[in-house]
T-cell receptor
Framework: GEDVEQSLFLSVREGDSSVINCTYTDSSSTYLYWYKQEPGAGLQLLTYIFSNMDMKQDQRLTVLLNKKDKHLSLRIADTQTGDSAIYFCAESLNTNAGKSTFGDGTTLTVKP | DAGVIQSPRHEVTEMGQEVTLRCKPISGHNSLFWYRQTMMRGLELLIYFNNNVPIDDSGMPEDRFSAKMPNASFSTLKIQPSEPRDSAVYFC??????????FGPGTRLTVT
């Protein structure tokens, strides 16, 4: 079945860039997503990328997709303390009927 | 739109009692998901519906758990009887046609 893996922790200094990595196993994945979860809240969709794209940029967020290596990354430029949260990578095979498979989440800690 | 609405936000109950969690998805979203999140097991998909029909309930832990979606704007997750190991945060999410999931704020369940 599908599997999505992420490293569990990342710590950066305020103002630096953060790069959160994710690998997935199913090459049929159609959409790949990044979600953010702040303490005491549900997951919030940050951005997504179609499998036929290599890169997507949205303000401070840059998503890179390497289909050959089944590797997805999320880069946060000029990381702020408010970016401290858990970041989940997820993939979906079929958006009309299928479920998404989520990674275990990467806890990002931003130090002042 | 108010987003996905869940109630109650917090539930404390004694072992053996019945617990009912409620969810109102975003209007127009055709798919609804129930998740459970704990420190030990992370985010687990319990069941999801497409057009009010249960599609995959393989994540439901055991027969004590049941879920219904009587119409497009309401779903329930019931645990009967509840046990201490059911303590977790339960999330409901609804999904767009592009596969983007919108999560509710969650119900924090404590079974003593």
């Amino acid at each position: 079945g599908e599997d999505v893996e992420q490293s569990l922790f990342l710590s950066v200094r305020e103002g630096d860039s953060s790069v959160i990595n994710c690998t997935y196993t199913d090459s049929s994945s159609t959409y790949l997503y990044w979600y953010k979860q702040e303490p005491g809240a549900g997951l919030q969709l940050l951005t997504y990328i179609f499998s036929n794209m290599d890169m997507k940029q949205d303000q401070r967020l840059t998503v890179l997709l390497n289909k050959k290596d089944k590797h997805l990354s999320l880069r946060i430029a000029d990381t702020q303390t408010g970016d401290s949260a858990i970041y989940f990578c997820a993939e979906s095979l079929n958006t009309n009927a299928g479920k998404s498979t989520f990674g275990d989440g990467t806890t990002l800690t931003v130090k002042p | 739109d108010a987003g996905v609405i869940q109630s109650p936000r917090h539930e404390v109950t004694e072992m053996g009692q019945e617990v009912t969690l409620r969810c109102k998805p975003i209007s127009g979203h055709n798919s609804l998901f129930w998740y459970r999140q704990t420190m030990m097991r992370g985010l687990e998909l319990l069941i999801y519906f497409n057009n009010n029909v249960p599609i995959d309930d393989s994540g439901m832990p055991e027969d004590r758990f049941s879920a219904k979606m009587p119409n497009a704007s309401f779903s329930t997750l019931k645990i009967q009887p509840s046990e201490p190991r059911d303590s977790a945060v339960y999330f409901c999410a609804s999904r767009t046609d592009r596969g983007e999931q919108y999560f509710g704020p969650g119900t924090r369940l404590t079974v003593t």
